[in-house]
């Protein structure tokens, strides 16, 4: 009885890639399988282990294309730039308000004098030179002081996450390769107005396949 081989793998001849490829017929080797039972010479094809379109999240004009099709990039390049016109000008106002420390400056001046104030009021008040109003009221200082200290921090607080926010906002316009890739094919050319989630270029890896 003889026992039946199965299938190998005996050839794989690589095709050539044109400029711009539909990710949907993409072919990037024909292999031929010799079935040893039969001889038979059956084709085959490999597609990409990975491949993405990369499209914009929100209504936006296309400022730039920096790569072209064929066009091998690594993981984090910026493949083009969407209108950042507003996005930019947030981000300078919003790091300004960050870098802003005026109003915490002197929140903590108004606290150190009122302390002053209440540390001689209560050496007055020891010594008989002030009575207990006027220690009610240095202290009264002391507590206004020290909750506009707190207010001003806050706000400053506040100042620096509107600037982490308005930097994140800037990198949302920078469309990025999420992985070492081929450009197939550039949708779209810088001027065009872009809807959600419209096409703006396919990225394949044409180096490891399945």
């Given at each position: 009885?003889?026992?039946e081989?199965?299938?190998q793998l005996?050839?794989a001849r690589p095709?050539?890639?044109?400029?711009s490829?539909?990710?949907?017929a993409?072919?990037?080797?024909?292999?031929?399988?010799?079935?040893?039972?039969?001889?038979?010479?059956?084709?085959?094809?490999?597609r990409?282990a990975?491949?993405?379109t990369?499209s914009?999240?929100?209504?936006?004009m296309?400022s730039q294309v920096?790569v072209?099709?064929?066009q091998?990039?690594?993981?984090g390049d910026?493949?083009?730039v969407?209108?950042d016109r507003v996005a930019?000008?947030?981000?300078?106002?919003?790091e300004?308000?960050?870098?802003?420390?005026?109003?915490?400056?002197?929140a903590?001046?108004a606290?150190?004098?009122a302390q002053?104030?209440?540390?001689?009021?209560?050496?007055?008040?020891?010594?008989g030179?002030?009575n207990?109003d006027?220690?009610?009221?240095?202290?009264?200082?002391?507590t206004i002081?020290a909750?506009e200290?707190?207010?001003?921090?806050e706000?400053?607080d506040r100042?620096a996450l509107?600037?982490?926010?308005?930097?994140?906002?800037?990198?949302?316009?920078?469309i990025r390769?999420p992985f070492?890739a081929t450009?197939?094919?550039?949708?779209?050319?810088p001027g065009?107005?872009?809807?959600?989630?419209d096409?703006?270029a396919d990225?394949?890896t044409?180096?490891?396949?399945?």
């Amino acid at each position: 009885m003889r026992t039946e081989r199965p299938a190998q793998l005996v050839e794989a001849r690589p095709t050539s890639r044109p400029p711009s490829i539909d990710l949907s017929a993409l072919d990037l080797s024909t292999v031929t399988v010799i079935d040893a039972s039969t001889n038979l010479a059956l084709p085959g094809a490999t597609r990409p282990a990975q491949q993405v379109t990369l499209s914009t999240q929100f209504d936006t004009m296309l400022s730039q294309v920096l790569v072209e099709e064929g066009q091998s990039v690594r993981a984090g390049d910026v493949i083009a730039v969407l209108d950042d016109r507003v996005a930019r000008t947030s981000l300078r106002l919003a790091e300004q308000a960050a870098a802003n420390t005026s109003a915490i400056e002197r929140a903590r001046a108004a606290l150190d004098r009122a302390q002053t104030i209440l540390d001689r009021t209560e050496s007055a008040v020891a010594s008989g030179a002030a009575n207990s109003d006027e220690l009610d009221a240095a202290r009264s200082q002391v507590t206004i002081a020290a909750a506009e200290l707190g207010s001003a921090t806050e706000a400053h607080d506040r100042a620096a996450l509107e600037f982490t926010l308005a930097r994140d906002r800037v990198e949302q316009h920078l469309i990025r390769a999420p992985f070492d890739a081929t450009v197939l094919r550039v949708h779209t050319d810088p001027g065009s107005i872009l809807a959600t989630k419209d096409p703006i270029a396919d990225l394949a890896t044409l180096d490891r396949v399945r």
